[in-house]
């Protein structure tokens, strides 16, 4: 008893099975003819290809069975039985708009014959229909996700890694402007990518992920500050003679940008100075420096001064470092040395 119930349990199952409409082969009869039939898969985009099978079981070569099937409104033919091929397939376009729809195919029964002269002319004839049931959906859209690390702000020379993923995705591409730059090129649809020694600016870069639902963007900037560099004072930093009359050829300053111009306006007076600053640039830090000249020296109708044991200032306004210094000529400063 038990034994016979399994049996059942299992026949039912198996008949389910057979009979359920989707993408799994499916069969039906018509006629003496035993079809199998059923879609490639289940789902499909919009106007994917849908690839119809088919097969058929017939108790003659005569019989000439066959199976058609239509879908999206246009209909094919699956198969033609003889010997060789007793199955077949067609390829055929899913519709365009999402939904649930039914191919129906559509198979021969007992054929028609007619007697031409001593010939028997069987066509097929007694068509049964039979629907698998598939279902349209717009694929989800492709997505992505761009990051840099570090991620900024760098000092030049400057190097980073870009890192991507993407989701319902098949191809992908990026594109960059800045310090180092690109134009639709092929990558992986999620991976990493070196950006080295990248001078000042600002890099940025999109990647493009394509896939059965269109096209999607992801975006990222990094910026790229350039070294640092403090400022110094140039040549111009010292103290003139009494005599000089300009700058010459001495420079305000070695690095960074001067405050002002030197020219002949402001060169200092003797005893005077002249300031400024060399500002450095990128966060360098700034320079104070400054342009003097010597006081001058008035003469006398003295007698003759010798200077013994000490540092003395000639009328040139020239520092005279020895311990003796004699000068034949009358002579007095304007201020003590």
């Known amino acids: 008893m038990k034994n016979t119930k399994l049996f059942a349990i299992l026949v039912l199952i198996i008949f389910g099975m057979i009979f359920s409409h989707g993408a799994y082969a499916a069969q039906f009869v018509s006629g003496p003819n035993t079809y199998t039939v059923n879609l490639n898969k289940s789902t499909y985009a919009p106007g994917e290809s849908i690839v119809a099978n088919g097969s058929v079981t017939t108790p003659s070569n005569s019989n000439v069975p066959r199976l ?13 039985y003889n010997t060789i091929y007793p199955s077949g397939s067609v390829t055929m376009t899913a519709p365009s708009v999402a939904g649930t729809y039914s191919a129906i195919f559509s198979g021969s029964g007992s054929p028609t014959c007619v007697m031409q002269g001593w010939s028997r002319i069987c066509t097929p004839a007694n068509f049964v229909n039979y629907s698998v049931t598939y279902t349209v ?16 702000p760098l000092t030049a020379p ?13 191809s992908a591409k990026y594109s960059c402007t800045g310090p180092i730059s690109a134009t639709n090129v ?70 960074g940008t001067a405050s002002a111009t030197l020219n002949a306006t402001n060169f200092p007076a003797q005893g005077a100075s002249y300031p400024w600053t060399c500002n450095g640039s990128s966060g360098g830090s700034t320079a104070s420096c400054t342009g003097s000249r010597a006081p001058a020296c008035v003469s006398t109708n003295c007698e003759a001064i010798t200077c013994t044991g000490e ?17 034949s000529l009358n002579w007095r400063e304007v201020s003590p040395n």
């Open 68 to 80: 058609d099937v239509t879908i999206n409104i246009a209909t094919a033919t699956v198969l033609k």
């Open 137 to 152: 959906a717009t694929p989800p859209a492709p997505t992505c996700t761009l990051a840099f690390s570090p991620v900024g």
């Open 158 to 170: 400057g190097s980073t890694t870009a890192t991507w993923t993407s989701a319902n995705t098949t």
């Open 186 to 255: 092929a990558i992986a649809t999620s991976g990493s990518l070196p950006f080295n020694n990248m001078s000042a600016g600002t890099e940025n870069c999109t990647i493009t992920v394509t896939g059965p639902g269109g096209t999607g963007t992801c975006s990222k900037s990094i910026i790229i500050n350039a070294t640092p560099v403090n400022g110094s004072c140039g040549t111009a930093n010292h103290i003139y003679a009494s005599t000089a009359t300009g700058w010459g050829a001495d420079t305000a300053c070695a690095t």
């Open 311 to 327: 540092t003395c200032s000639d009328c040139r306004g020239i520092i005279n470092g020895s311990k003796n210094c004699q000068r």
